[in-house]
């Protein structure tokens, strides 16, 4: 069964401070994985792919296969980085499976 | 271009009754799926239409129905409403199978409140 977690709910820092968001997936094949950011009062949107290796927005995420993670990084946050984050998976039934989202707020 | 459109916004049904909820794609996009949104969790698939047929489905029962049409826009049907289907309903497009990226464009969703 494929299943994407989110072990936190939310996620508090303060600005200039590194910030991590945990993913953890189960899957059976390779996966596909991404990460879609939802800001105040804007719709979901594509951050990253992993088979894009982009940085966006000073944002990296790395594929570990071996711990099935793929945790979203940023060194510095900013205050505009406040947004609900969800981590994605692609794989079969043309479906994209979604965790339940982790809330971050920088404060300044 | 554009983007995803969805409507209603906003509506409140009883139990038992019947919701028809529409999409419009982006322009280009011939893939549209649909997700639930319950409060305080992630979307979750309900199924996918590419070039008018359904395309993969998810873990619902099947009261949920949907329709591409030949312009690719889409509707969403619920019969027999629960309570528990109150929630966001998300409409996302992409490119077909072939040039899929695998990114997802959204509609700001149409909210169900049933009663």
């Known amino acids: 069964a494929q299943r994407v977690t989110q072990p936190e709910k939310l996620l508090s820092v303060f600005k200039g401070a590194p910030v991590e968001l945990k993913c953890n997936y189960s899957y059976s094949g390779s996966p596909e994985l991404f990460w879609y950011v939802q800001y105040s009062r804007q719709r979901l949107q594509l951050l990253l792919r992993h088979i894009s290796r982009e940085s966006i927005k000073g944002f990296t995420a790395d594929l570990n296969k071996g711990e099935t993670s793929f945790h979203l990084k940023k060194p510095f946050a900013q205050e505009e980085d406040s947004a609900m984050y969800y981590c994605?998976?692609?794989?079969?039934?043309?479906?994209?499976?979604f965790g339940a989202g982790t809330r971050l707020t920088v404060k300044p | 271009e554009t983007g995803v459109t969805q409507s209603p916004t906003h509506l409140i049904k009883t139990r038992g009754q019947q919701v028809t909820l529409r999409c419009s794609s982006q322009?280009?996009?011939?893939?549209v799926s649909w997700y639930q949104q319950a409060l305080g969790q992630g979307p979750q698939f309900i199924f996918q239409?590419?070039?008018?047929?359904?395309?993969g489905r998810g873990n619902f029962p099947p009261r949920f129905s949907g329709l591409q049409f030949p312009n690719y826009s889409s509707e969403l049907n619920v019969n027999a409403l629960e309570l528990d289907d109150s929630a966001l309903y998300l409409c996302a497009s992409s490119l077909g199978v072939s040039e899929n990226t695998g990114e997802l464009f959204f509609g700001e969703g149409s909210r169900l409140t049933v009663l």
């Open positions: 239409y590419y070039r008018e047929e359904e395309n």
């Open positions: 994605a998976l692609s794989g079969t039934d043309n479906d994209m499976r």
């Open positions: 322009s280009g996009h011939n893939t």
